[in-house]
């Protein structure tokens, strides 16, 4: 794999880049922001989902967390 190669965060797959993750593809409530990624976009390891009432976080062990308030969804 190259260093361009990044990982769709819902499926894991690797893509050769970001723009082959077309909105089509991807569900509706990932598209509304209800669905956290399950995936790092970097290194598609697994990551740890948390659900809270207002939102959700996914940890990375490599790359950290995402919050789903940094979508704006919060």
Excluded: N
């Amino acid at each position: 794999m190259t260093s361009e190669t990044h990982y769709d965060p819902y499926t894991g797959r690797p893509v050769e880049s970001r723009a082959e993750m077309g909105a089509d593809s991807l569900s509706v409530a990932v598209r509304l922001g209800l669905e956290p990624p399950r995936f790092c976009a970097e290194c598609g390891r697994r990551m740890v989902v948390q659900i809270v009432p207002d939102g959700w976080t996914s940890r990375c062990s490599r790359h950290g967390l995402v919050d789903s308030a940094a979508t704006g969804r919060r």
